[in-house]
């Protein structure tokens, strides 16, 4: 596609559901990162994926908190047992490769609201 | 840990003011990249500075880089409603395994009145 794909957009759930957030990088990006941000807030580092393999999982939060990536392409970020601290916009970001000066590509994010 | 404290958090000027957001850390980074987010969307780059002591001009937008790469600012000119978003900054390390990870500021709310 033409830029970096999430869904769904916006996400209610009830406190303890599990939820799952998908992301579509863009089309030969092999650099993948997840990023949480609350409310008018700087980004929180989550995760990252290089192809299908994560060589950096210290941003996750709790082991509540898990994603994969396949086929180098769309990643999957699961919540389970939702808590409401886990209310944030949930945002991907791809880059062409891993570069220190590289520039990340950001999706529209996924609003998460847990009840 | 490696933190960046922006300041200040909230910025309402007038149109035609002028205006500067910093951005300090007291680690070092190998670059520094400023965002720029707008209600709804995700974070657009508008400039990665990467030199100890570059100045970067993108029309009525100056960023520097301190000479120590602990520090950067952003100084608009004669600013407009259009400017009006979340600015970030972000400073990247190289190496390792988490290359291309950034670690982002707070942010500085600008609202621009017409």
């Known amino acids: 596609g033409a830029g970096v794909s999430q869904s769904p957009s916006n996400k209610v759930t009830e406190k303890g559901k599990d939820v799952e957030l998908r992301c579509d990088p863009i089309s030969g990006h092999t650099a993948l990162y997840w990023y949480r941000q609350s409310l008018g807030q700087g980004l929180e580092f989550l995760i990252y994926f290089q192809g299908n393999s994560a060589p950096d999982k210290s941003g996750l939060p709790s082991d509540r908190f898990s994603a994969e990536r396949t086929g180098g392409s769309v990643s999957t970020l699961t919540i389970q047992r939702t808590q409401q601290e886990d209310s944030a916009v949930y945002l991907c970001?791809?880059?062409?490769?891993?570069?220190?000066?590289?520039?990340?590509?950001f999706g529209e994010g996924s609003r998460l609201t847990v009840l | 840990t490696q933190l960046l404290e922006q300041s200040p958090q909230f910025l309402s000027i007038q149109e035609g003011e002028n205006l500067t957001v910093y951005c300090n850390s007291s680690s070092v980074f190998s670059s520094l990249q400023w965002y720029r987010q707008e209600p709804g969307e995700g974070p657009v780059l508008l400039v990665t500075?990467?030199?100890?002591?570059e100045v970067k001009k993108l029309k009525r937008l100056t960023f520097q880089f301190g000479d120590a790469r602990k520090d950067s600012s952003l100084h608009i000119t004669a600013a407009q409603p259009g400017d009006t978003g979340l600015y970030l900054c972000a400073g990247a390390n190289a190496g390792g395994t988490s290359y291309g990870k950034l670690t982002f500021g707070q942010g500085t709310i600008l609202t621009v009145h017409p």
């Open positions: 500075v990467v030199t100890g002591g």
């Open positions: 970001a791809s880059s062409p490769e891993p570069r220190a000066t590289g520039e990340l590509f």
